[in-house]
């Protein structure tokens, strides 16, 4: 398989992850959460450009089309337990958001399954991208008006998680009625 430049970047968005945890978890130096931060912020712009110059330069592929989704959802997973151990999410909004992608996920391989390929919708895009600003929010734990903008994009985030898992079910709900 040949590699393009946008699935580089996917990839690059996997291998950052491990460091993010690190510098989420270790307590190595004063700006542990600063350094993850800006991981965390490169790995979510990877995403964004990937997609971009993939469908700008016609390179859009089964392995893009694959571990692109799943890198994100790696990434947001990672970084939600991260925030649940150092005590900066609930478990209710771990539980929500990572309870949508083991369903999306597994909706998909039905799909797949049968053959049916099902695309990315603005739903899921307005999802991503609050659960992403709620990420940053949260890792830097500021305080003040930002406690609210963090209380916000939370339930912000878990809204559209919700909104989108149900659109994606019901636009997508010939899926379950499909017999091989």
């Not at 491990?18 to 991981?39: H, K, R, S």
């Not at 694959?66 to 991260?82: E, G, N, Q, T, Y």
């Not at 929500?96 to 369903?103: L, T």
């Not at 603005?122 to 734990?141: A, D, F, V, Y």
Request: with cysteine.
């Amino acid at each position: 398989m040949k590699m393009n430049v946008p699935n580089m970047l996917t990839i690059l968005r996997v291998i950052l992850i491990p460091f993010f945890v690190c510098f989420m978890l270790c307590n190595v130096t004063g700006y542990d959460n600063y350094i993850a931060l800006a991981i965390f912020v490169v790995a979510s712009l990877t995403d964004t450009l990937d997609g971009y110059l993939a469908r700008k330069n016609h390179q859009v592929t089964n392995f893009g089309k694959f571990m692109d989704p799943l890198a994100d959802k790696l990434l947001v997973c990672s970084a939600l337990i991260c925030l649940l151990n150092n005590g900066l999410v609930g478990p209710v909004v771990v539980i929500v958001i990572m309870g949508r992608e083991f369903i999306i996920s597994g909706f998909r391989l039905v799909a797949v399954d049968n053959g049916i390929v099902i695309a990315a919708n603005w739903w899921g895009k307005l999802k991503t991208i609050s659960q992403m600003i709620m990420i940053i929010l949260l890792i830097l734990n500021l305080d003040g008006f930002f406690n609210v903008l963090e209380t916000a994009f939370v339930y912000i985030a878990v809204a559209l998680t919700v909104i989108s898992l149900v659109d994606y079910i019901w636009a997508n709900r010939q899926v379950l009625n499909t017999e091989k």
